[in-house]
């Protein structure tokens, strides 16, 4: 008899624990959003507190001429080190904005960069952090949607390393602290666009060393940089998508501007976000007055 009531026991502690998942799950679905809700036509209303206090898209001309590419100390696809030359351009001052893109969001109908079932949302998803756990589709839609594109992988490394070439924003030595890495520093996970002041590249671009890993436009080749073509793009076809730059959970000195990452256009991540670029046509923006 007592064998019997312990079988029973055991039977029923398994049934509990095994229901604990489940019910945790459907305590989480009914569990109201803080974030956003559904109306019956299926359309998602944001917050517009959110919006309203989106950061104002801001543009950085970099100017035409050479720049230092690659790094010959690094890996087998960061060479060559040559000069490459590049017409002038436009690219965000800051990483896009999780405000700027749910706004994108309200206005398209896009889907969300990150949802509350992604691990650490609400760390990860205040109005002036980067718009993280987008894809390369996304970040691309994205560029189109505000009457831009993506970088090209020379553009953003030009805007990042600067007319000198400089290994990190600041100069040729890793500085612990002085970007949003996985390396110390005060802050967890992503943080407001702009916040790491030495994070800060020669023409005034921020976060391109920290914060968010970003897309770029070019198909990843690990030879590419045998190419010394002005304005290069990168192969036509490709597998992978070029990620450059760090994120705040990369470590050691992989934190360098000249890393080159690739990874499938689909995958979404929190470290990975992006920010966008324009030709230096005449009329998209105006241009510096000369000098007299």
């Known amino acids: 008899m007592l064998d019997k009531r312990l079988k029973w026991a055991f039977f029923l502690l398994a049934l509990v624990f095994a229901g604990l998942p489940i019910g945790g799950i459907i305590l989480d679905v009914l569990r109201p959003s803080q974030i956003e809700v559904e109306e019956s036509s299926g359309k998602t209303v944001v917050d517009p507190s959110i919006i309203t206090t989106a950061q104002k898209e801001d543009m950085v001309r970099i100017p035409p001429g050479l720049f230092l590419r690659g790094y010959n100390e690094g890996g087998f696809d960061e060479k060559p080190e040559r000069q490459i030359m590049l017409d002038a351009y436009w690219i965000d ?5 999780y405000g700027n893109y749910l706004a994108f969001v309200s206005a398209t109908g896009h889907r969300k960069p990150i949802s509350r079932y992604v691990k650490h949302f609400e760390k990860l998803s205040a109005p002036m952090q980067p718009a993280v756990y987008v ?12 009457g831009a594109r993506l970088p090209t992988e020379a553009e953003w490394e030009k805007a990042a390393r600067g007319p000198n070439g400089f290994l990190w924003p600041w100069g040729n030595e890793d500085k612990q602290g002085w970007a949003n890495t996985g390396n110390a520093d005060p802050v967890e996970f ?8 030495q994070d800060r590249s020669p023409f005034g671009v921020y976060d391109m060393d920290g914060n968010a890993m970003e897309w770029v436009a070019d198909w990843y080749q690990e030879d590419s940089y045998q190419d010394a073509q002005p304005n290069p793009t990168g192969p036509a076809t490709g597998f992978y998508r070029v990620i450059r730059g760090a994120s705040w959970g990369t470590i050691g000195h992989e934190t360098r501007l ?6 499938i256009p689909d995958f979404r991540d929190t470290t990975i976000g992006f920010r966008c670029a324009k030709s230096a046509t005449k009329g998209a923006f105006p241009e510096p007055p000369k000098p007299s």
């Open 93 to 97: 001052r800051f990483e896009v904005t």
């Open 135 to 146: 894809s390369w589709d996304d970040a691309d839609e994205y560029c189109r949607y505000r």
């Open 258 to 263: 000249t890393i080159r990452l690739k990874m």
């Open 190 to 197: 992503t943080a407001p666009v702009g916040r790491f002041s």
